[in-house]
């Protein structure tokens, strides 16, 4: 099975956007994408990611992510997982660029293997929009 890049990033859900902003910007972290109902934010050396859900926010819910910089190995982990008897969702291509599928760990926390294209994920990189 192909490993691990790195763990990228954890999504945590908030009540309180601007609080949780405020309180992770005090903490060194840099906003990098900011949308309606999330928002996402990086330790500015590690790049190390922080994802914020709003309460609207409906597509994913709390998760860690591992990142892959292979696209294929996203495809090869998800196969193999799958064979083993693993729930995972399917495999989704975004429109920045990245590919990810959702599961559970045995523990049942949820979790994302997601490939991040070379040079980063475009919309989290400084200056990007929601329109990115």
């Given amino acids: 099975m192909p490993v691990v890049e790195r763990l990228g990033h954890v999504a945590i859900r908030v009540e309180d956007m601007d609080r949780a902003v405020a309180f992770y910007s005090q903490l060194g972290m840099e906003m990098v994408w900011n949308a309606d109902d ?6 500015a050396k590690s790049r190390d990611g922080l994802a914020l859900l709003g309460p609207n926010y409906k597509a994913a819910g709390p998760h860690f992510a591992f990142h892959f910089r292979d696209r294929a190995e996203v495809d090869a982990v998800h196969d193999q997982l ?3 008897g693993v729930a995972v969702g399917a495999v989704h291509d975004h429109r920045d660029g990245t590919a990810s599928f959702y599961l559970r760990d ?3 926390n949820w979790l994302e293997m997601l490939y991040e294209p070379p040079g980063g994920i475009p919309s989290n990189q400084p200056g990007a929009t929601e329109a990115d």
């Avoid at 999330?38 to 330790?43: D, G, I, P, S, V």
Wanted: glycine fraction near 8%.
């Fill in 82 to 84: 799958k064979a083993a």
């Fill in 38 to 43: 999330w928002c996402y934010m990086e330790a």
């Fill in 106 to 108: 045995p523990e049942g």
